[in-house]
C-alpha cells in the first residue's frame, strides 16, 4: 500500500483527514479514487470531472511531481509516499 500524504491546510475542508493514509492503487488515478472511498467528496477537490487535476493542486510521488496531470495515470508502488499538496495565493 503506498503512503499517501497532505497538507495541513487540506485539513479546513476536510477536518477527519489523518497525517497519512495507506491506499491501494497501482495508479495515481486508483489512489485519488481510493482516498475518495475513504473521504467522499475529496477527489472533486483534487480533480475536474473529466479526472484532470485541478490547477490549485500538486501531487508527488517521492520528490518528483507527477507527468500526467491529465488522466494521473503516473505508476504508484507499494513503496512509494505520495504527497498531496495544494497552492497558496495571497496578495
Known amino acids: 500500500m503506498a503512503k499517501v500524504k497532505f497538507t495541513n491546510l487540506l485539513?479546513?475542508?476536510y477536518p477527519d483527514l489523518k497525517?497519512?493514509?495507506m491506499v491501494q492503487g497501482q495508479k495515481v488515478a486508483e489512489v485519488v479514487?481510493?482516498?475518495?472511498q475513504e473521504?467522499?467528496?475529496l477527489?472533486?477537490?483534487l480533480v475536474d470531472e473529466r479526472g484532470k487535476l485541478r490547477q490549485h493542486v500538486n501531487i508527488f510521488i517521492g520528490e518528483e511531481?507527477?507527468?500526467?496531470k491529465e488522466t494521473l495515470?503516473?505508476?504508484v508502488k507499494?513503496?512509494?509516499e505520495i504527497f498531496i499538496l495544494q497552492a497558496i495565493s495571497g496578495g
Do not use: T, V
Open 11 to 13: 485539513r479546513r475542508f
Open 19 to 21: 497525517d497519512h493514509i
Open 33 to 36: 479514487e481510493a482516498l475518495n
Open 39 to 41: 473521504h467522499p467528496g
Open 43 to 45: 477527489k472533486d477537490y
Open 65 to 68: 511531481l507527477i507527468k500526467d
Open 73 to 75: 495515470q503516473d505508476e
Open 78 to 80: 507499494e513503496s512509494d
